[in-house]
Each structure stands twice: as C-alpha cells, then as structure tokens.
C-alpha cells in the first residue's frame, strides 16, 4: 500500500539555524499538508498545499515558514531561524481530489529538536 | 469556532473491558469525522471516518463510532479491548473540501493485560 514518507526522522539542530524538513507524499495525491505536535498537545494544523500555492494557513505557519515542492515527488518545510518553542513532531500528509473522502494519510514524522 | 473536545485523559482498563470515548465537535458547515490512533512510537493512522449516510460507523481493528448530529458527538466504542489497543486516541473533524483537520487532545488508553 503506497504511503507518505518524510526524511529525517529526526533531526536536532541549534536555535537560530535553518532547517529543510522533506516529505514525499502519495504519488497520485494533488493536496499536501504539514502538521505538528509539540510534545503532550493535539496534532495542530500549519499549511496546506494545493496547485503549487498555499491554500490555507494558521496562525502559527508565520514569516519563518516556507512550503515548497521542489519537483515533482518531494514536498518541503523550511523553518528559516528556529526557535526553542519549535521543537515538536512535524507530520505530512496528503490526499487524493478526485476521492470522496477527502481522507489525509500521514507519513511517520520528523521529530525536531532545537537546542 | 472550530474545535474538537475529548473529554478523557488518560483511560485505564483491563482487557475484555468494554471502551468509550467521548468527542464533541464545534463546525460550521458540512462536517466530516474521523478518529486517528497513535500507537508507541508509529504514525497516525485512520481507525474510522464519517461523512454521510449511516451515523453508525465501523472501523478497523473492531472500533466502531456514532454520529449523533443534535449532541454535535462522535464517540468511539469497542465493545471488548485487547492489550495491543493501547495507544493514543484522537478524534478529528474537517471540512468538505480538502481542507485542514482539526484534532482533538487526544486519549491515551492504557490496557491492563
């Protein structure tokens, strides 16, 4: 069964610096998401993707937040200067338009951790 | 406001016990449900969803949950839990486009063996 992957699964880095976290969603899937959980709170929304424009962000997905599909299978977060308060689970998912369900299927995350 | 409210914590039972958690749900619009389980250290994963039709659904793994539109809930139930159930539980309500998913808290249930 196809399903969304994400690289690194974990990646540690130093407040202040920049960080590229990669998702290669489902190979049919036109819709694309990113999502966090900082550790002990809910899942929380951040970006969604859709005809390579953003279609939808929160207000946590700010100015130090970019989204990009670099080509044809990969599908990127940059946080350009972290923070110590970024330090959480950071999910992608995807989903298929021309399915009814509009269900998103989630990759196994990227755990970041600023220092 | 869009929210999604789990009203447990932590739930602790032994195996054979029957299970229920809550979930209410604030949406303007078409609403579609779902619960996702976590289990230790993998992805999320879809247990159920709801969108139309019969408000009873059924999930993977036995789990089952009930739409009740005028109590604006979607429980989840499973009428007799294994050990290998323990995970975290998140119940979720989106939109009818492809628009974002809103979760709740989460339950963690722990399953005494």
């Known amino acids: 069964e196809p399903e969304v992957t994400q690289t690194p699964s974990h990646q540690v880095t130093q407040m202040g610096q920049e960080v590229i976290l990669r998702c290669v969603p489902i190979?049919?899937?036109?819709?694309f998401y990113w999502y966090r959980q900082i550790l002990g709170q809910k899942v929380e929304f951040l970006v969604s993707?859709?005809?390579?424009?953003?279609?939808?962000k929160s207000e946590i997905f700010d100015d130090q937040f970019s989204v990009e599909r670099p080509d044809g299978s990969n599908f990127t977060l940059k946080i350009r200067s972290t923070k110590l308060e970024d330090s959480a689970m950071y999910f992608c998912?995807?989903?298929?338009?021309?399915?009814?369900?509009?269900?998103?299927?989630f990759g196994p995350g990227t755990r970041l951790t600023v220092t | 406001a869009q929210s999604v409210s789990q009203h447990n914590h932590h739930v602790i039972l032994s195996e054979a016990a029957s299970l229920e958690l809550g979930c209410n749900y604030s949406y303007g619009g078409t609403v579609n449900l779902f619960w996702y389980v976590q289990y230790p250290g993998q992805h999320l994963q879809l247990l159920l969803k709801y969108f139309s039709g019969d408000p009873l659904v059924k999930g993977i793994k036995g789990f089952e949950a009930e739409f009740i539109k005028s109590k604006f809930s979607f429980n989840l139930r499973k009428p007799s839990v294994q050990w290998s159930d323990t995970a975290e539980y998140f119940c979720a309500v989106g939109g009818s486009s492809a628009s974002k998913i809103i979760f709740g808290s989460g339950t963690r249930l722990s399953i005494r063996p």
């Open positions: 190979s049919n899937h036109l819709y």
């Open positions: 993707f859709y005809n390579n424009e953003i279609s939808e």
């Open positions: 998912a995807s989903s298929d338009p021309t399915s009814s369900s509009y269900e998103q299927y």
